[in-house]
């Protein structure tokens, strides 16, 4: 995949942005729907930081509404050459470790590779 310039940059240009590391680049963004926010029915706040993973950071995102529930965060790049089944597997273990049984019980879970995405 690439992308083209019209007109085209300069070589200079061109040297710097393929020496410029895209810390966003081997992210991944995942996100996991609960019907209630149990992690906050036991005090908890929802958030995690973890040098294990997958998710390295997670937060709440919980709707103001109080319709939908949430807990969306980055994974581990590491993980992206995974299946989607198989990363969605080692998340929910993740959150079944810190937040307990409960995890088990989402919604729906989703996430995006972005160095798998097309531009």
Same mark, same amino acid.
Request: negative net charge; charged residues 20%; hydrophobic residues 40%.
């Given at each position: 995949?690439s +992308?083209?310039? $019209?007109?085209?940059?300069s #070589?200079?240009?061109? %040297?710097?942005? *393929?020496?410029?590391?895209?810390? &966003? ?9 609960? *019907?209630?926010?149990?992690? *906050?029915?036991?005090?908890? #706040?929802?958030?995690?930081? $973890?040098? +294990?993973?997958?998710?390295?950071? &997670?937060?709440?995102?919980? $709707? ?8 969306? %965060? ?7 050459? @995974? ?7 080692? +998340? ?5 470790? +810190?937040? %307990? ?5 989402? @919604? ?6 972005? $160095? &798998?995405?097309?531009?």
């Open positions: 995949n +992308v083209k310039f $019209s007109p085209a940059l #070589s200079d240009v061109m %040297g710097i942005l *393929k020496n410029t590391h895209t810390w &966003m680049g081997d992210s991944v963004k995942g996100a996991v729907t609960y *019907k209630t926010p149990f992690w *906050k029915e036991n005090n908890l #706040s929802g958030a995690l930081y $973890s040098n +294990v993973g997958p998710f390295v950071q &997670m937060y709440d995102q919980s $709707s103001s509404d109080g319709e939908g529930f949430a807990l969306v %965060g980055f994974l581990d790049g590491s993980i992206s050459h @995974l299946a989607l089944q198989e990363r969605r597997q080692k +998340v929910i273990d993740q959150l079944v470790r +810190v937040f %307990g049984k409960q995890a088990n019980e989402f @919604l729906d879970y989703t996430d995006t590779a972005w $160095s &798998m995405e097309q531009f």
